[in-house]
C-alpha cells in the first residue's frame, strides 16, 4: 500500500513539473510572437488640438479627403469627419468657417495656402470648419515638399 501511495506522488511530481515546463516554454513562444512595443516618450506625442475639424471630398478622386485629413492632422488639426461631399464638382478647395469666429477656419487657409474661405454657419453642425476638398487638393499639399 505504501509504495502504490509513492507512485502516486511521483506521477503527481512528473505531472506538474512537465506542466511547469510547458507553460514556461508556452510563456516564451507568446513572447516571442509577441514582442513588448517600446514605450514613447511624452514629449514625442504629438496631441492634435486645432479645432474640430469635418473634411468632405467636393472632387471625386478616390483618396483626396484622406490626403487633406492626413496634413492637416500632422499640422496639429482635429480632423473628426472625413467623407464625401454631396457634390463632386469642386475645381477648388473651399474652407467653410462654422463658427462666427472665424480664427481655425482662417488657420487652415493658412496652412492649406488657399484664399477661398467663407463664414457658412449653421446650430445643427459641431464642427469649427468644414473642407470642400476640390481638385487642386494635391497642389495645395505639395507646396511645402
Not at 3 to 31: E, N, P, R, V
Not at 56 to 63: D, E, K, Q, R
Request: charged fraction near 20%.
Amino acid at each position: 500500500m505504501g509504495s502504490g501511495l509513492q507512485a502516486k506522488k511521483k506521477l503527481i511530481a512528473k505531472t506538474l513539473l512537465l506542466s511547469f515546463i510547458l507553460g514556461l516554454g508556452g510563456f516564451g513562444l507568446f513572447l516571442f510572437f509577441f514582442p513588448s512595443r517600446p514605450q514613447s516618450s511624452v514629449s514625442s506625442l504629438r496631441v492634435p488640438n486645432q479645432g474640430e475639424i469635418q473634411v468632405l471630398n467636393g472632387c471625386g478622386i478616390p483618396g483626396a479627403a484622406k490626403e487633406i485629413q492626413f496634413f492637416l492632422q500632422d499640422h496639429g488639426f482635429d480632423v473628426l469627419e472625413c467623407k464625401n461631399a454631396d457634390y463632386w464638382n469642386f475645381t477648388e478647395t473651399i474652407v467653410v468657417s462654422r463658427k462666427e469666429n472665424m480664427q481655425i477656419a482662417k488657420k487652415i487657409a493658412e496652412v492649406l495656402g488657399t484664399p477661398n474661405i467663407i463664414l457658412l454657419t449653421n446650430k445643427q453642425i459641431f464642427f469649427d470648419a468644414t473642407i470642400l476638398v476640390g481638385k487642386d487638393y494635391s497642389h495645395l499639399i505639395q507646396r511645402e515638399n
